[in-house]
């Protein structure tokens, strides 16, 4: 419904605050939760074998070796992960999103400084995901989908395979590059485009690439269907390469679609998918703590409300008893009086 644009990389908390705290009373919203969203910048991505078939187990074995599959501590990363079905039952494969927990910090300071609560930590490729699977709907595939969003300063591969996401990779060119020196910088895409492919395919985690869905800020790119052809990437001339409009997937205002004209140079895919798809997203990158804070919140607020009910429960069987024992003590002295009368 309401949708503001507000640079604020170069801004330090406080001031991120007085932002939301100027949109919400712009709007005459007293919003309550937070929904955070990371992109493929602000995370590792890494897929692993683990050697159980059991969630539980699988999850203890990922917290104590966290720290083989990044170059931090376990104490300094926040950590999720989806286990991927496999035919083999002797072990599960695991897809790693892992972010420094710096950046969670920062979110859970700037929400603390809001009066918000974080509802979840999101990976936007997790939500971008469901967005490419509904374009791509009525068309039959073989292989995986994969989905290329092409952002300001940055684009993002997204691999599908059987609706699950199996391959993310950040891609360090954006519209602003393709746009400044379109010749070098588009080059530098299709290189790029290429190795994040090549990976996907060495990884050997989900089927190769049958379709590839562009979307986001596309008319920088040049032909890049014809010219991702001709760079020589083994798989290239199977995939199909389209482009879509992100905007005619989701239900916006009107004041929205101003918004995103007046605001032409940014993308909003990422938002919108995760505004729409949160609910089945299956990463959340909020700290345990903060996890263990709620729990024990919402439990608290349960155990009040039981005893609400309780002292309900009795307060109105108190009162019964009282209009009982009133009723009966004025029919006592009415059947006293009569008594005296005769």
Not at 46 to 55: A, G, R
Not at 164 to 175: E, H, L, S, Y
Request: aromatic letters at 8%; glycine letters at 6%; charged letters at 20%.
């Amino acid at each position: 419904e309401g949708i503001a644009v507000e640079d604020v990389a170069k801004k330090n908390d406080d001031e991120v605050v007085h932002t939301l705290l100027r949109y919400c009373k712009a709007q005459k919203i007293a919003p309550a939760q937070l929904l955070c969203l990371l992109s493929s910048k602000q995370f590792i991505f890494k897929s692993v074998d683990i050697p159980s078939t059991e969630k539980e187990e699988v999850a203890k074995i990922i917290d104590l070796q966290a720290g083989r599959f990044t170059p931090y501590a376990r104490e300094e990363i926040v950590i999720d992960f989806v286990c991927l079905e496999s035919l083999v039952q002797h072990f599960t494969n695991v897809l790693l999103f892992i972010v420094n927990r710096k950046i969670a910090d920062r979110l859970s300071a700037i929400s603390w400084g809001a009066h918000m609560q974080i509802d979840k930590v999101i990976v936007a490729s997790d939500c971008m995901a469901m967005s490419y699977i509904k374009s791509a709907a009525g068309t039959p595939l073989d292989g995986s989908l994969g989905g290329l969003h092409i952002g300001e300063d940055y684009s993002e591969l997204t691999v599908i395979d059987g609706n699950q996401v199996v391959f993310v990779r950040n891609i360090p060119v954006g519209a602003i590059s393709l746009k400044k020196n379109p010749v070098q910088a588009q080059e530098d895409f299709l290189q790029e485009l290429n190795r994040s492919m090549s990976a996907h395919h060495d990884q050997g985690v989900g089927k190769p690439i049958q379709q590839l869905r562009i979307t986001g800020l596309t008319e920088n790119v040049g032909p890049i269907e014809e010219n991702f052809k001709q760079t020589g990437f083994p798989h290239a001339g199977k995939i199909e390469v389209a482009r879509f409009d992100y905007q005619k997937y989701f239900s916006l205002s009107k004041s929205v679609i101003e918004t995103i004209q007046r605001a032409s140079q940014f993308s909003f895919f990422e938002i919108f998918s995760v505004l729409t798809y949160s609910g089945q997203a299956k990463v959340n990158l909020l700290p345990t703590e903060l996890k263990l804070k709620r729990r024990a919140r919402d439990m608290s607020r349960e155990i009040l409300g039981f005893g609400i009910l309780v002292m309900s429960i009795f307060l109105l069987a108190s009162l019964i008893m009282g209009s009982k024992i009133y009723f009966k003590g004025m029919t006592n002295q009415k059947l006293g009086a009569i008594s005296q009368k005769y």
